[in-house]
């Protein structure tokens, strides 16, 4: 009920010329839209988690919609840089991946040659060298294909020995809970919890070596970031084992293993950092100021200006069900005068609701 008033209200605010105004106005030049994405489907991901993944036809359509607005699509370093300076051009808009997947080379990348849109890809290095897809998607994911099936939870690490149904979304989650609850207290390494990965494939009678070998839900290889960052990509910080522990230095730490892993990979030093998941700590600003970050951002949905917190940035999170007319508007940015939730750091609790963008003094009526 609520998405469907939002698209009402934004279609009227389009048809009246609002949206157009807002789009070309001063308020939105000192505004910056940091756009994130993570996975883009090598096959049916988007169907299993459609707020993770989208289809490679999504991504089409929305750099379509980027060219269609005449948004200027800047690098992360530039378009910080202009909009701390107030020298932003019109509808300043970056473009961002998360965790650095397989698919981002074999669909993303192929998608935004062509358009010459510069990209930044924050990058967890972890499973960079241990090319094996991440455990706890790998299990959801199998879960998810075997739901016309049940598990058998005897010897699986988080299930009692009984027979688990996974039918509804709701069943599939509660066994992916506890599994990886159990697999998170445990402190197993990579090797053990690849294996128990493997084992509940095979018990759902999954081909676990097609999985492995159609790449799904792996990080790119050293050689595809090197191979990459040459033609252009950015890679920037993810820390290396997407975690946000309490203890700000234990976190820096692992950012910085990050920075020297695509060193290593990209001969550039990376300075800008995506918090894993979005979960930040106010703990961590002071250390990683002191680190010499330039800039974090955040999964906070909102647009970027001069007064934001540089390791506070907010970005919008484009998914499978944020409909064109949504995103346009986040594009021009009518779509802040709506309410929307965010994320608290390191809170995982129902999210709060953000403020109202205020329009005084943007808006020139049309008499449309």
Known sequence: MIRT?????????????ITTQIGGSA???????ILC??????????????GLYVPAEHLQRRLELL?????????LGEALERMYRKDL???????????????FMAKAWPLLQPSGYPVTVYLTTGRVHHNLPIVNLLISYALWLARDRVLRGTGIVGLDDDYYALATAEQRRFVSKQISEALLVSGSP?????????????????????????????LMKIEDVTRLAREGVDFQLHTHLHRTPEDPEEFLRDVLVNAERIHAMTGTLPRHLCYPSGDYRESYLPVLRRAG???ATTCDPDLATR???????????????????VFEGWLTGVATCFPRRTRRGGDRDPLPVAPRQSWAGVLTWSGK
């Not at 994405?37 to 459609?50: A, I, K, R």
């Not at 051009?89 to 698919?103: E, I, K, Q, W």
């Not at 018990?203 to 159609?214: E, K, P, W």
């Open 89 to 103: 051009p019109d509808r300043a808009v970056v473009l961002t991946f998360d965790d650095g997947y397989h698919d």
């Open 293 to 295: 970050l330039l800039s």
């Open 37 to 50: 994405y993570h996975g883009v489907s090598l096959n049916d991901e988007h169907l299993w988690d459609p």
């Open 307 to 325: 007064g934001s917190d540089e390791l506070l940035l907010p970005r919008f999170i484009d998914t499978s069900s944020v409909s064109n007319i």
């Open 5 to 17: 008033i939002k698209e009402s209200s934004l279609h009227m605010l389009k048809e009246l010329g």
């Open 27 to 33: 308020w939105r030049r000192r505004r910056l839209l």
């Open 67 to 75: 060219h269609k607005n005449r948004c200027n699509v800047l690098p």
């Open 190 to 218: 990579d090797m053990s919890k690849d294996s128990i990965a493997r084992e509940i494939v095979d018990r759902l009678d999954l081909d676990y070596g097609a999985l492995i070998n159609s790449r799904v839900l792996t």
